[in-house]
């Protein structure tokens, strides 16, 4: 099993299945390595069926349980005779997949031209052109400065030499879209100067070029991303998309802004970060269409706080510097009493301010509780007045009370009578209402069908055209490899080692052939033999016995000769019954041997553990569905 397993692997890797080199039998393959082994082979054999499949299995368990399903229904449509099905890949055992992997071998084309009439890809000619020219510098002989020629001069010169430094560059965008202002289009076409001109040194450019290649490629790989997981879920536009995560991050920068602004109001920070701050926030507000003139809590409490009679501190800080150039070196004890009383009293000020503001917040409450109140009593007043009223009217009525009680009854009668009018012509305005709320309902349903049908279109697409391109990246790199294997394999050795290898694997098998052929043979002249002396064994007893019979008629000593001889074919008949059950116990053992043997190869723990984590992992993803719809 060893050479055919070594065997299968070399004509699996032909195929394209990436094979570790510590792989050297079938018994280690897993289920990645099965799939994959299977969806290659398929796609050799049949493109049409292989294109659809995927080599990769992907995370959740019913795609696993899909792609083992249509894994199997391709090979049963290929001709597979043997039991398959998706319990093979994802639960394998090593004869079953033995025996796929030979069947899928043996199907293979014998002469693929498949790699062959591919072109090879513009990624691959340029890697082969670098390689080229790096052997040919290599080869070129180290010579002084003094003694090189110009091309030489230009290859091992290390003033060419630079290092790998990008710079931003500004690029123009795509002019025929709606959305982009007319005057940006004509910064693009008239003055966006070109990009060899906005970069300071000529030799950075090619470093600048890759990082804003490599940017934006990382920009759409994260927007595919983004739009596949959760803007497709959202059911909008990409416009509607990128605009609605725009305010989104807007308004999360204004609530950011504003929780800091309180912070510095309740924490009392002067300064000119402060100021800075709250500019940045007016700004902010502006352009994100808040109300300017509204403000905020900490723009109020920097008014309160440093715009409290101004008048009384600007009158004495004008004293304060009059008084200082009349001062001279021995005034300077007073000088400095001065302000310090001064900062007492701004010191004192500003607790004055603070318990006033603390007053004001106080009565601030006090007047809401006595709003409160006062709406509580004047609703209160209402609902009597409202009271007064009807017992006013009622008193007013008492008089004539007979015309009165007639009069209420006509408008009685007359009201029921309007009412039954209503209740009809409503019955029948409701009917053609439910009609229409019906076929408005049917067909918000027809669009909402359509459009998850177009997501599940969407989706497949995306699937597909990543496919491809892991597809397109994977031949290139299997190219490459090949190329590279290729390059490092010997000259010398020719197809006689590999012939000769063949030939003896054919004498091997034929003369394990010849082995079976003479123990199938050896057996059928046994059994025959065994047979032919059973039958003769019978046909001695049946002659002996009608002999003896005769003369035990006549002679008593014969009689017992008689009994003898029956006891004795009794006894051999149960001898050889013996020794045939013996032997079938003997077959029956070596079978439940090799069943044991089979069964281990199976690894059935080991597929019932994973089948318990299989199952625990569905369960995971149902419950995970289930709150996603009752999200939704």
Request: with cysteine; aromatic share 6%.
């Amino acid at each position: 099993m060893e050479e055919v397993d070594r065997i299968l692997i070399h004509t699996l890797r032909t195929c394209g299945t990436e094979i570790p080199e510590e792989v050297q039998s079938v018994r280690h393959f897993n289920t990645e390595l099965i799939v994959e082994a299977v969806v290659r082979c398929l796609r050799v054999i049949n493109p049409s069926v292989g294109a659809n499949l995927s080599h990769i299995l992907p995370p959740g368990m019913s795609a696993r349980f899909r792609i083992g399903t249509s894994l199997a229904q391709a090979c049963q449509d290929l001709g597979y005779t043997g039991e398959v099905g998706y319990q093979t890949f994802l639960y394998s055992s090593e004869p079953d997949i033995r025996a796929l992997l030979i069947f899928l071998a043996e199907k293979l084309p014998r002469h693929s031209q498949e790699d062959a009439d591919q072109p090879a890809g513009k990624s691959a000619v340029l890697q082969r052109e670098i390689a080229t020219k790096i052997k040919q510098q290599l080869c070129l002989p180290w010579l002084p400065p003094s003694c090189r020629t110009a091309a030489a001069k230009r290859s091992q010169s290390l003033c060419l030499l630079h290092r790998f430094h990008a710079q931003p560059l500004s690029l123009a965008g795509d002019s025929s879209s709606k959305s982009i202002p007319p005057d940006r289009k004509e910064y693009w076409e008239r003055y966006l100067p070109s990009v060899s001109t906005q970069l300071p040194h000529a030799y950075s450019l090619a470093a600048s070029l890759l990082e804003r290649n490599t940017s934006d490629l990382s920009a759409v790989q994260e927007w595919e991303a983004e739009w596949k997981s959760q803007g497709l879920a959202s059911r909008l536009s990409p416009e509607e998309y990128r605009s609605r995560k725009r305010q989104r991050l807007q308004k999360r920068i204004q609530d950011q802004l504003h929780k800091f602004s309180q912070q510095f109001t309740e924490n009392h920070i002067p300064g000119s970060s402060t100021q800075d701050l709250v500019d940045m926030l007016k700004a902010f507000t502006v352009e994100g269409g808040v109300d300017q003139n509204k403000g905020s809590r900490f723009t109020h409490a920097q008014k309160f706080t440093h715009q409290q009679d101004p008048q009384v501190l600007t009158e004495q800080m004008q004293r304060a510097a009059e008084s200082l150039p009349k001062k001279d070196t021995q005034d300077a004890e007073a000088e400095q009493q001065e302000l310090s009383s001064l900062q007492q009293q701004i010191e004192d000020m500003e607790r004055d301010i603070q318990g006033l503001s603390e007053t004001t917040k106080q009565l601030r409450l006090t007047i809401a509780q006595v709003e409160e109140e006062t709406g509580k009593l004047q609703q209160h007043c209402d609902e009597k007045e409202k009271v007064v009223k009807v017992k006013k009217r009622a008193v007013e009525l008492l008089p004539d009370a007979e015309n009165n009680l007639a009069k209420l009854q006509a408008m009685v009668d007359g009201s029921t009578q309007r009412m039954t009018n209503l209740e009809g012509q409503w019955e029948s305005h409701r009917a053609r209402l439910m009609d229409e709320y019906r076929e408005m309902k049917r067909l918000q349903q027809e669009k909402e069908d359509e459009s998850s049908r177009w997501m599940k279109d969407v989706r497949d697409l995306y699937d597909k055209i990543r496919a491809a391109a892991d597809e397109a990246r994977r031949k290139e790199e299997l190219y490459k490899q090949l190329v590279s294997e290729y390059e490092s394999l010997p000259k010398d050795v020719s197809r006689a080692a590999y012939t000769q290898r063949i030939l003896e694997i054919v004498s091997n098998i034929k003369k394990q052939k010849e082995d079976i052929t003479k123990i199938l043979s050896d057996t059928k002249d046994l059994q025959k033999e065994i047979n032919n002396l059973t039958g003769k064994v019978d046909r001695t007893f049946v002659v002996t016995d009608e002999l003896v019979f005769k003369d035990a008629k006549k002679d008593e000593p014969v009689r017992k000769v008689y009994k003898y001889l029956a006891a004795l074919h009794e006894n051999c008949s149960h001898l050889i019954q013996t020794i045939e059950d013996t032997g079938t116990i003997l077959r029956e053992i070596r079978d439940l041997e090799e069943q044991i043997e089979t069964e281990a190869a199976k690894k059935t723990l080991s597929n019932l553990q994973k089948i318990l984590e299989d199952y625990k992992a569905i369960k995971q993803e149902n419950a995970l569905l289930l709150g996603r719809m009752r999200q939704t």
